[in-house]
């Protein structure tokens, strides 16, 4: 879907989440922003039982001059209605009525769940605002508006725990962004009132801890879901803590809500909160670093004669957790352990089959041609910013999706047929491959450099595809593959065994014959 899709539509409703966060308010003011500059009138809305009431979030609104409003359930239909940062039928968004629907998300989809035609949903995304950004991008549409630019770094900062998780997109939008500084200083001074922090204390003396899993939650005494938030976001800036839980008995919607924070790659929230409420009407959902979920007071209630909830809830959820730690997250040291492609089914899906590279064109820069020798050169890649040292041996490698890696100038020239060629890099995509100068933070475009190669063809891959979260040891460095991606090694050595994210992998690979 692009944003041109939807100004086929006169009467339009931009729809938060119920209990908006920065990222849906920011989100849902940007496409808002959009609209509104090609004639339309949008109302931007959110309801639910429960109004804005966080105090960050309320000067947000006002220095920003956001119209977000409050809304009942009405019967009036919008002809189209648009919903950001959640999707219609999920339970954290009571949807208004409408004839026509729209998502933009950027959460992973539930399994089995259906999207309506006019959808954006993008996981390689940190926040919805990135997604948001992505798309205006692709419009043309110039983000000059320095409140706009506020909103969008805002949104982003608080739904990444202060940028502690940001995937590539996300910070190619930092780069482009002027923001206010001031304004976001002010944000970032207003995140607690003061009964908050007394609220915040009374649940960090009362904090759980484990010493061998480094994990703590504590109950929060409080009727507003927004503090675990804020609870849980503190207790994550503990160095001794990967995850943390907050949780609340909230007597109207008869629930134990839980918030979860992970900082290590190799854990994620969403994982950890459909694990602690399992069986429990499994109503969970979230990202890599933070998410939430609830445990239905009906069946706590079954379990807890004494009537103290807020205590069983968390005895179930320190045991969970304990067991969800017992099960180890997977290690493989290929070299180490003479990995061969029959081991893959210890860790995949299926048996391990053989690959090879598709024959699509892809372009080569090298970093003699842009950096002086010995230059720290910082490389935005599928799994994670690498940081390299320009030399007349290290190449860069673009695909057909415009993603980069690094690559030796003799692995290249056995992989690949190399050319004069220019390699075509065109306005169209939503940015244009770069290296960064990893001092000065200053991007080096990669066109004006870059050539066309060839893969040639090259030794076979066996490959399969991962049913569990796996680390594999390559190159000295520990790299996290996630349920999806695939574990492939070399045809002619099967101890060069590594990771291939499932995108990257489906866009690059097919079957041998």
Not at 157 to 179: H, N, P, S, V
Not at 300 to 317: F, H, M, Q, R, V
Request: proline residues 4%; charged residues 30%; hydrophobic residues 40%.
């Amino acid at each position: 879907m692009t944003l041109e899709d939807l100004l086929q539509y006169e009467d339009i409703v931009i729809q938060c989440h119920d209990d908006p966060d920065a990222d849906a308010i920011a989100s849902g003011y940007a496409l808002l922003k959009y609209l509104e500059s090609k004639g339309k009138s949008p109302q931007l809305v959110y309801s639910g039982g429960r109004t804005v009431t966080k105090n960050n979030l309320l000067l947000m609104i006002e220095k920003l001059n956001i119209p977000l409003e409050h809304v009942r359930r009405t019967d009036d239909e919008a002809e189209l209605l648009i919903t950001v940062d959640c999707r219609a039928g999920q339970r954290n968004v009571s949807t208004l009525p409408h004839r026509n629907l729209a998502v933009i998300d950027h959460h992973e989809l539930d399994m089995g769940e259906v999207l309506p035609e006019l959808c954006e949903v993008r996981t390689d995304c940190s926040a919805s605002v990135t997604v948001i950004w992505a798309m205006l991008k692709k419009v043309g549409f110039p983000i000059e508006d320095r409140l706009l630019s506020t909103a969008l770094y805002y949104g982003l900062y608080m739904d990444t725990q202060k940028f502690k998780g940001t995937e590539k997109l996300d910070r190619e939008m930092l780069d482009a962004l002027r923001f206010d500084w001031d304004i976001i200083l002010l944000l970032q001074s207003a995140a607690l009132a003061l009964n908050d922090f007394r609220t915040a204390g009374s649940a960090f003396m009362n904090l759980r801890y484990h010493p061998e899993y480094h994990f703590a939650l504590a109950p929060v005494n409080t009727s507003e879901p927004y503090m675990l938030g804020i609870v849980s976001d503190m207790m994550m800036d503990v160095h001794e803590l990967s995850v943390c839980v907050a949780y609340c008995l909230l007597e109207r919607e008869r629930c134990v809500k839980v918030s979860v924070r992970c900082s290590k790659s190799r854990d994620r929230a969403d994982e950890v909160v459909h694990w602690l409420v399992r069986d429990m009407g499994n109503d969970g959902g979230g990202d890599r670093t933070k998410a939430a979920g609830r445990l239905p007071l009906a069946l706590l209630e079954k379990s807890c004669p004494d009537g103290n909830l807020l205590y069983t809830a968390g005895e179930l959820i320190f045991q969970r957790l304990t067991d969800y730690f017992r099960t180890p997250l997977k290690r493989l040291a290929p070299r180490t352990e003479e990995y061969e492609p029959a081991r893959a089914e210890e860790f995949c899906k299926n048996k391990a089959e053989l690959y090879r590279k598709k024959k699509a064109p892809v372009g080569f820069v090298r970093t003699m041609d842009l950096f002086p020798e010995g230059t720290e050169i910082l490389l935005r890649t599928p799994v994670g910013d690498i940081v390299k040292k320009a030399a007349p041996a290290l190449c860069i490698l673009i695909d057909a999706e415009h993603e980069v890696s690094y690559i030796t100038e003799e692995e290249l020239g056995r992989e690949y047929e190399l050319t004069d060629e220019e390699f075509p890099l065109d306005g169209e995509w939503l940015w244009q491959p770069k290296a960064y100068h990893a001092g000065k933070k200053e991007a080096v475009v990669l066109a004006p450099c870059a050539k066309k190669c060839i893969v040639r063809d090259t030794p076979r891959i066996w490959a399969a595809q991962l049913n569990c979260r796996l680390e594999v040891l390559v190159w000295g460095d520990w790299r996290l593959g996630e349920i999806g991606d695939w574990l492939v090694c070399h045809e002619d050595d099967h101890q060069n065994a590594y990771i291939i994210p499932k995108s990257a992998f489906e866009q690059s690979y097919e079957r041998a014959e």
